[in-house]
């Protein structure tokens, strides 16, 4: 199994441009989250998703849109790059119930420069 | 502000010694409470979780230890291995009638290093 899959691995962006950053699991998994991990901040919940059709804001949602009309993928949108917004985004699924729904499965991460 | 505290920043031990990651929570309404472990160019992976309904677990040589008058826990890894040099999270989640599943307040991180 592949687990979570995310694309692209490494982006440069300019400020004020757009991208998708990209995320499939092949788990059926019912919850799909996105972090981003910056230096001495730990993991930030971004947005996160309990099924097709329904997201909601994490702990620092601004500057990016979600939607989820599937189970298996869940894109991240950055509307306006900031240097901001420079980081290491995951993006992570997991089953409901407890506990297996806080054991996360994690992709291998998208690493973004915004210059 | 950070809801879950994590020290320290960065702790180096020999082979065999028994590294300790401290972390402090505030919001009483977190019930579980993981550690993550993330190796360079990796995500995060599950290592240990604990309810607080209990003092302390074991898996291998990973022990969480809870204090929940303190609202405190820890992770020690007895006898650590250079395979053990990886970032350690710990997280903290809130049972919120099954909304809150894939929510995790996570501390800052602590990179381990362990000499051979």
């Known amino acids: 199994n592949a687990g979570v899959t995310q694309t692209p691995k490494f982006q440069v962006l300019k400020t004020g441009q757009s991208m998708t950053l990209q995320c499939a699991q092949d788990m059926n998994h019912e919850y799909m989250s996105w972090y981003r991990q910056d230096p001495g901040m730990g993991l930030r919940l971004i947005h996160y998703?309990?099924?097709?059709?329904?997201?909601d804001q994490g702990e620092v949602p601004n500057g990016y849109n979600v939607s989820r009309s599937t189970t298996e993928d869940f894109p991240l949108r950055l509307l306006s790059a900031a240097p901001s917004q420079t980081s290491v985004y995951f993006c992570?699924?997991?089953?409901?119930?407890?506990?297996?729904?806080?054991?996360?499965?994690f992709g291998s991460g998208t690493q973004l420069s915004v210059l | 502000q950070q809801q879950v505290k994590q020290s320290p920043q960065s702790l180096i031990v020999q082979k065999g010694g028994i590294p300790i990651i401290n972390c402090a929570y505030e919001?009483?309404?977190?019930?579980?409470f993981p550690w993550y472990q993330q190796f360079p160019g990796k995500g995060p992976a599950l290592l240990i979780a604990i309810r607080p309904d209990v003092s302390e677990k074991k898996e291998g040589r990973f022990t969480i230890s809870f204090n929940k008058s303190a609202k405190q826990f820890s992770l020690h890894i007895m006898d650590s291995q250079p395979g053990d040099s990886a970032t350690y999270f710990c997280a903290a989640s809130k049972n919120a009638g099954g909304t809150s599943y894939g929510k995790l307040t996570f501390g800052q991180g602590t990179i381990l290093t362990v000499h051979p």
């Open positions: 919001n009483t309404a977190f019930d579980y």
């Open positions: 998703s309990v099924g097709a059709g329904i997201t």
């Open positions: 992570a699924s997991s089953q409901p119930g407890s506990p297996r729904g806080w054991k996360l499965f």
